[in-house]
């Protein structure tokens, strides 16, 4: 069945469906012997699709993986990067690292930690970080300061950012750690860059550390279950991929055979 080249390089793992139309794009791609163009279709079982010259065949589609990470501070939210910083695909073992084809799905900042889903399924990928989507993220954010209700309301009801308001968000004090700062907990139903720490920049209280503990109903501390350490990750079970395929209708979400224990 013919589909639009992007997309079967997604599903087949080789990369997430806007790094494919990157490719694409910078001539890596060929169909049948010629650079490919955005917008072209293929059947993977007629035509013959090259990616920096190397044949890319059906059977060599890796099995689907669908994990959770816990960020460290400090790891960049990349598959690779320019200036040598460490990457969340460094913190899984080699047989992941390499010809699987897993990448981050969404950013985490440099300097924030937490819950960060991998995966070699671009199309899911790709279903995910479209904007059309808006499955909630769960943050727990320190800020310096004590920040009034007032403010906290205002929060709630959105901040202009780049001309445009953000959408309304979740958010409640939680704790009060030390002297002039504040544990909130955020829950957003958009990501747009550096939201949280620009918002509450805006605001007046500047973030001292934000953590991503849940996404959807995925969380790093599922009740009753030991929590997941920094720098570990975990295959999502059964139930949290049935929970990203209700988000996304997406039937190339598979379930796996079995669950694993936390690994680093």
């Not at 669908?66 to 939210?77: D, E």
């Not at 040598?84 to 390499?98: A, E, I, K, N, S």
């Not at 550096?194 to 109903?217: E, T």
């Amino acid at each position: 069945m013919d589909a639009r080249l992007q997309k079967i390089l997604s599903e087949w793992g080789i990369a997430s469906r806007r790094q494919a139309e990157k490719m694409i794009e910078q001539g890596r791609v060929k169909l049948n012997g010629e650079i490919a163009h955005l917008g072209q279709k293929a059947d993977p079982q007629r035509d013959r699709i090259q990616v920096d010259g190397i044949p890319v065949n059906p059977g060599d589609r890796p099995t689907p993986l669908y994990l959770l990470l816990n960020k460290p501070t400090g790891v960049v939210s990349t598959c690779a990067d320019p200036q040598g910083r460490t990457t969340v695909l460094d913190l899984l073992p080699r047989d992941l690292q390499q010809a699987q084809g897993i990448h981050p799905v969404g950013r985490l900042d440099f300097d924030s930690t937490g819950a960060l889903l991998l995966t070699n399924d671009g199309e899911l990928t790709f279903q995910l970080t479209h904007p059309r989507h808006s499955i909630p993220k769960t943050y727990q954010v320190t800020v310096a300061g004590e920040p009034r209700e007032s403010t906290l309301e205002a929060w709630r009801r959105g901040v202009v950012l780049d001309g445009k308001k953000t959408r309304p968000a979740s958010v409640r004090i939680l704790d009060r750690p030390e002297q002039s700062q504040t544990l909130l907990e955020v829950i957003l139903c958009e990501g747009r860059n550096r939201q949280i720490r620009r918002v509450a920049d805006l605001l007046g209280y500047p973030v001292i550390h934000l953590h991503r503990s849940a996404i959807g109903s995925i969380h790093l501390n599922p009740p009753g279950e030991a929590p997941l350490p920094h720098g570990y990750y975990r295959p999502l079970n059964p139930s949290e991929i049935c929970f990203l395929q209700s988000q996304v209708s997406l039937k190339s979400v598979n379930l796996p055979a079995d669950t694993q224990e936390p690994t680093r």
